[in-house]
């Protein structure tokens, strides 16, 4: 069992800031990557940011200088602080692992309940 829980999301008006935070916890033997997705209402789920075990990030194009993905190492724990927010990027943000659990080395995707993010005009 491997779950990942999110916090940190809300109403926050144009312009302003919020961090958002995910915690993996359960049978993990190793996790590779982690990072967030979101999905806004009517559109289909799309990446943010991911980080690799070795620090390799990747951001979309639309939130780079903006968005900062960041992980504890060591740790289970992946973090999005988000600046400069504007209303299109309202949406549910997901946390996401890559990981192989204690039941073998099979690596697989693993996905949180998702966090409202609302960003006001």
């Known amino acids: 069992q491997v779950q990942l829980v999110e916090a940190g999301g809300g109403l926050v008006q144009a312009g302003g800031s919020l961090r958002l935070s995910c915690a993996a916890s359960?049978?993990?033997?190793?996790?590779?990557?982690m990072g967030w997705y979101r999905q806004a209402q009517g559109k289909q789920r799309e990446l943010v940011a991911t980080?690799?075990?070795?620090?390799?990030?990747n951001y979309a194009d639309s939130v780079k200088g903006r968005f900062f993905v960041s992980r504890e190492n060591p740790g289970n724990t992946v973090y999005l602080p988000m600046v400069s927010l504007k209303p299109e990027d309202t949406a549910v943000y997901y946390c996401?692992?890559?990981?192989?659990?204690?039941?073998?080395?099979?690596?697989?995707?693993?996905w949180g309940q998702g966090t409202q993010v609302t960003v006001s005009s």
């Open positions: 996401t692992a890559r990981l192989a659990t204690v039941a073998g080395p099979s690596l697989y995707d693993y």
């Open positions: 359960g049978d993990i033997f190793e996790i590779k990557s």
């Open positions: 980080m690799s075990r070795s620090g390799t990030t």
